[in-house]
């Protein structure tokens, strides 16, 4: 069983930034690919960055060069620095065990 802890979320007004934490309990972190996904009130679920175990990324095209996905093996946890926020930011964010277990989410709201 792996479990999944974010933070990091809040207000920000548009143009600021902010870097979500993901802390996974359990073993065999290391080898796992890690996502961030958001939902924002209405819509579907939608990912936004990956990494492999190897620290390959990919990003959704309305995040490329403004958010950036990194993760530290040592200390079981993976990030989303998120900056030049938008409105059309806001949503919760949720870490991902790429195939198989979700965090509670963290919400994340950017004003204009």
């Known amino acids: 069983q792996v479990r999944l802890v974010e933070s990091g979320g809040g207000l920000v007004q548009a143009g600021g930034s902010l870097r979500l934490s993901c802390e996974a309990s359990?073993?065999?972190?290391?080898?796992?690919?890690m996502a961030w996904f958001r939902q924002a009130p209405g819509k579907q679920r939608e990912l936004v960055a990956t990494?492999?175990?190897?620290?390959?990324?990919n990003y959704a095209d309305s995040v490329k060069g403004r958010f950036t996905i990194s993760r530290d093996n040592a200390k079981n946890t993976v990030y989303l620095q998120m900056n030049t926020l938008k409105p059309e930011d806001t949503a919760v964010y949720y870490c991902?065990?790429?195939?198989?277990?979700w965090g509670q989410g963290t919400q994340v709201t950017v004003t204009s």
């Open positions: 359990g073993s065999m972190f290391s080898i796992r690919a």
């Open positions: 990494i492999t175990s190897g620290g390959s990324t």
């Open positions: 991902n065990v790429i195939g198989s277990y």
